[in-house]
């Protein structure tokens, strides 16, 4: 794997400031995503209580649909991957509001926001009441979503308030999970819980912020990051919603743009980002006649694949390929393994490190992790 030269304007120095990074906004945003362990083990005593088994009640569902945006979309992707292929009922993200028009009384509706105020999951919690259908709510406490479950007699699964919202990531997926495992739709076990919730503590040891950007894997990769544009690839079902919830990270934690996706659908068409001006075509340090200043300051693609060994050979095989494919182009290429003997254990060891390389990604350029001002703007436009 090659590394990147951090641009000369960020100082990879700020990252190893204790200091710094113990103040406001930056000691905030790290204790969040280090209580990543924490939230599992949390949401798993605030589920056990919300009687989910009753669901269970009327049998198999024809259908479930996860319905929320943001964080909430990649809880339903999440459902969906850990119970993999051999699920036998189809589990669909629905983002936008309301639900599909051929959900009814057969089928599940969980609706998700962690503020209990998102339109999208309110819209389809009375959508889904309003046809029949059974219903989960997860969200804040005392909110209108939790209203809406108690007035349809549903399921109610309280998340704590958290901010930002995105960092209750894990709140969320608890609750849904155990819906499906309610359901006989998904294994997930005491013990994959209690693994995974270790896996997400280790994993928040590894990215402390007292250990220095050589040994500390989430400072290492905001730093190989850095003056780059991310491409986040998973090898796996699993592991393409590890890298779609990296890049919504980071564009909410550092305001950077990435490409993130599929490897599968990547080796189809995206591959070709490879060959363009920010990947093959942009001057290499290592051409004779490049202006080597010029070229220390070029915009380049740096490849990221999050690396599932459960896949087939042929999804390995891929991986390698395309691995090899970046490399002769002379693109920087990180890899993350997934690691663990559960799915939901393989998927925390995907998004931990992620998470804290989105902050000090951020913390690097000088900027806030917490606040987003484009979508605080954007909301007071379309505020009538």
């Known amino acids: 794997m090659t590394h990147s030269a951090i641009p000369e304007e960020l100082d990879e120095v700020r990252l190893d400031d204790v200091q710094l990074l113990s103040r406001g906004s ?49 809880v339903g992707e999440a459902l969906a991957a850990v119970a993999g292929s051999r699920c036998t009922v189809p589990v669909l993200s629905h983002l936008s509001a309301g639900i599909p028009g051929w959900v009814g009384a057969a089928d599940v509706v969980i609706a998700v926001s962690a503020s209990g105020h998102g339109p999208e999951a309110l819209a389809a919690a ?7 259908a059974r219903l989960v709510a997860v969200g804040a406490a005392d909110s209108p979503l939790q209203a809406t479950a108690e007035r349809a007699h549903a399921v109610f699964v309280p998340v704590p308030p958290r901010r930002p919202a995105r960092v209750s990531f894990w709140g969320l997926v ?70 779609t919830r990296f890049a919504d990270q980071l564009a909410a934690n550092a305001h950077y743009p990435a490409v993130s996706g599929s490897l599968v659908e990547a080796s189809r068409a995206r591959v070709g980002l490879l060959d363009g001006v920010f990947g093959a075509q942009a001057a290499s340090p290592d051409d004779l006649f490049a202006d080597r200043e010029q070229a220390q300051h070029e915009t380049r693609l740096r490849l990221v694949i999050f690396r599932d060994e459960a896949e087939s050979a042929i999804g390995i095989h891929r991986a390698e390929a395309v691995v090899e494919l970046a490399s002769t182009r002379g693109i920087g290429v990180n890899i993350l393994p997934a690691e663990g003997m559960s799915p939901l254990e393989r998927l925390a060891s995907l998004v931990t490190v992620p998470d804290f390389a989105s902050v000090y990604l951020a913390l690097l350029h000088g900027m806030d992790p917490i606040t987003v001002p484009a979508v605080s703007d954007l909301k007071d436009a379309m505020t009538p």
């Open 174 to 243: 608890v609750p849904v999970l155990m819906a499906g495992r309610a359901l006989g739709l998904v294994s997930v076990t005491e013990a994959d819980l209690a693994e995974t919730a270790a896996r997400l503590d280790s994993d928040a040891q590894r990215c402390r912020a007292s250990l220095d950007a050589v040994v500390n894997a989430g400072k290492s990769l905001a730093v190989d990051l850095a003056g780059n544009i991310p491409v986040i690839w998973g090898s796996s079902r699993l592991a393409a919603v590890a890298a």
């Open 26 to 74: 930056a000691d905030e945003m790290l204790r969040s995503v280090a209580a990543a362990g924490a939230q599992v083990r949390e949401a798993a005593v605030l589920t056990a209580d919300a009687h989910l088994h009753t669901l269970a009640d009327d049998g198999r569902p024809r259908a479930l649909v996860v319905a929320g945006v943001g964080t909430a979309a990649r």
């Open 126 to 132: 009375e959508a889904a009441a309003h046809r029949g």
